[in-house]
């Protein structure tokens, strides 16, 4: 049974930095894109980041560009991501997820939509106070 398993949620005041981790389990997906998505109250799941297969060409929403940092370790079936100088707008929960299909080319950029990810992990809470 695949699982995806966010850590690394919390409280932190504004500005401040978080590091959530994603691990996959019940299979390996290093042929497959691997991005974060996040949720907050009221609205609806938007694109946060995402990472092709190799690790080597990386999305992010104009919201999160310049202070979030996505990654990913073969090895360790898991992906990342780095926040830094984090805004009461960012707080969320954040779901890790993995695309249904393989990357699209050898160095093709990810895939952003919600619906071309077919692995969701259960979500981690980011809170960021002013």
């Known amino acids: 049974q695949v699982q995806l398993l966010e850590s690394g949620g919390g409280l932190v005041q504004a500005g401040g930095s978080l590091r959530l981790s994603c691990a996959a389990s019940?299979?390996?997906?290093?042929?497959?894109?691997m991005g974060w998505f996040r949720q907050a109250p009221g609205k609806e799941r938007e694109f946060v980041c995402a990472?092709?297969?190799?690790?080597?060409?990386?999305t992010y929403s104009d919201s999160v560009k310049g202070r979030f940092t996505i990654s990913r370790d073969h090895a360790k079936n898991s992906v990342y991501l780095q926040m830094n100088s984090l805004k009461p707008e960012d707080t969320a929960v954040y779901y890790c997820?993995?695309?249904?299909?393989?990357?699209?080319?050898?160095?093709?950029?990810?895939?952003?939509?919600?619906?071309?990810?077919?692995?969701w992990g259960q979500g981690a809470l980011v809170t960021v106070s002013s």
């Open positions: 019940g299979r390996t997906f290093n042929t497959q894109d």
């Open positions: 997820a993995v695309s249904k299909l393989h990357s699209s080319g050898y160095s093709a950029p990810p895939y952003t939509r919600a619906d071309e990810y077919g692995y």
């Open positions: 990472t092709n297969w190799r690790g080597d060409s990386a």
